[in-house]
């Protein structure tokens, strides 16, 4: 199953993590240079993961002081994650999202706009104008 599978892989990722930070002093050191140059590093250095519950949506998901604290930011959630994510207004229990911890300005703002300009939507419909967004 590719949740399970993604799960595990952010968790192999995230134990790696930890174990090198956990090694002895005869180790060589890692420069903060190589570190970030990693894309395993960098994803878990800005992104972290949201685990959907039942009653879940976007729009509270991305409400969440943990998250964004701003539920019209609910757009940055599906565009970082539109590869798991076949329509906005559909999430299931269990799904895990990659949450963007230091989106830019100017994302932050397309988002937003999108948020207040989408229009009406349909359940099970993705709407043209989340394709356009997600084009972007």
């Known amino acids: 199953m590719k949740i399970k599978s993604d ?9 790696a993590g ?3 930070g956990c090694t002895g002093s005869s ?8 570190v970030t140059s990693t894309p395993a590093a960098t994803a878990t250095q800005s992104d972290s993961a949201y685990q959907v519950e039942r009653g879940d949506s976007l729009w509270g998901i991305s409400g969440k002081a ?3 604290a ?5 757009p940055l959630i599906y565009k970082k994650n539109s590869a798991k994510i076949n329509d906005a207004d559909l999430i299931y229990p269990g799904q895990v999202f990659d949450i ?15 948020a207040k300009t989408r229009g009406s939507w349909s359940i ?3 709407e043209a104008s989340d394709e356009v967004y997600l084009a972007r």
């Open 18 to 20: 930890i174990f090198a």
């Open 124 to 126: 099970g419909v993705v």
């Open 7 to 15: 799960l595990k892989t952010y968790l192999l990722i995230l134990a």
């Open 66 to 68: 943990e998250v964004y």
């Open 70 to 74: 701003n539920p019209y930011q609910w």
């Open 100 to 114: 963007d911890n230091n989106p830019s300005s100017s994302e932050v703002s397309a988002a937003v706009n999108h």
């Open 27 to 34: 180790e060589k050191e890692e420069t903060p240079e190589a």
